[in-house]
């Protein structure tokens, strides 16, 4: 009985802080060029699977970088990204309240400071000002992380100097940092403010950032293509990676924004990539 009454407890603490901070949130600009988010009223592609209509593309200025256009390319209908740099391509219209699928595969192999780690890429959204915020390279936003061994982490991108209480994120937790799905009395209200991260439902602590790392289910062998979905409600997230929900967050600050796909110095393809209004329950 104690442990229903603080199940209870916590989830209306949950859908307390969504209410709350979705009217503050989900429309606020934070910068001033940044687009009005919209909804999806439908189902659409992002991507066309000819060109880059309707992205941006960016690319760090390193000595070992290509041009964009060198490294955000097409092959059979999907993103082929090189990798041959840090960058990222970015959804020119922002959106909100979303439900985003998406296909990846790892291919190649890494380069730079990537080359003999572990295959790397990412799914940043939310994002908020102009592009290299972070680093020189992406937007302010939080990631899926999609790396070899551990997708569905999330990264919180921000900007510490420049910024550092810009971007916020909450999720429940065990004392190492994992996402638990069904809180009880030993988990913890992570919060992180400005930078951080949560660990995803089936990470792995042994966990090496080397080529031979193996995959952890739910996560495909390497060169299969993995469903990857992202649930966007009011301020509040999931990462569906292989049918399997590997991460859930709430309190996001920004709750809406625009939508970015990384190159991280590692070969990587990303297709089918769908946005659709977010299901009623």
């Known amino acids: 009985m104690q442990r229903a009454i603080f199940s209870a407890f916590i989830a209306a603490f949950a859908a307390g802080c969504c209410c709350f901070c979705t009217c503050r949130c989900a429309d606020r600009q934070y910068f001033p060029d940044d687009p009005v988010p919209v909804a999806p009223t439908e189902k659409v592609a992002l991507f066309n699977g000819e060109n880059y209509d309707g992205w941006d593309l960016w690319m760090k200025k390193d000595d070992f970088a290509k041009p964009a256009e060198e490294v955000f390319t097409v092959k059979d209908g999907a993103m082929h990204v090189t ?24 291919t ?36 899926c992380n999609i790396i070899q ?8 991108v921000g900007n510490m100097k420049d910024y550092p209480t810009l971007l916020r994120a909450k999720a429940f937790t065990d004392d190492k940092g994992r996402w638990v799905p069904y809180p009880n009395s030993k988990t913890e209200v992570r919060s ?14 042994n966990w090496k950032d080397v080529e031979s790392q193996p995959v952890v289910p739910p996560e495909r062998p390497y060169g299969e293509w993995n469903d990857l979905e992202l649930i966007c409600s009011g301020d509040t997230a ?7 929900t590997v991460l859930k967050l709430f309190d996001l600050a920004p709750a809406a924004g625009r939508i970015q796909l990384q190159s991280e110095c590692h070969t990587i393809e990303y297709r089918n990539i769908t946005i659709e209004p977010v299901a009623k329950k």
């Open 192 to 205: 992180l403010i400005g930078r951080g991260r949560v660990d995803n439902l089936y990470y792995d602590p």
């Open 149 to 156: 061994g551990r997708t569905g982490d999330l990264i919180v």
């Open 108 to 143: 190649g192999e890494g380069y730079a400071n990537r080359k003999g780690k572990t295959a790397d890429g990412g799914l940043l959204f939310h994002c908020i000002g102009p592009e290299g915020l972070y680093g020189g390279i992406w937007h302010l936003s939080f990631e």
């Open 83 to 106: 990798g041959k740099g840090f960058g990222g391509c970015t959804t020119k219209k922002a959106y909100k309240d979303y439900h985003l699928k998406m296909q990846f595969r790892f």
């Open 238 to 244: 999931e990462y569906i990676l292989n049918g399997k």
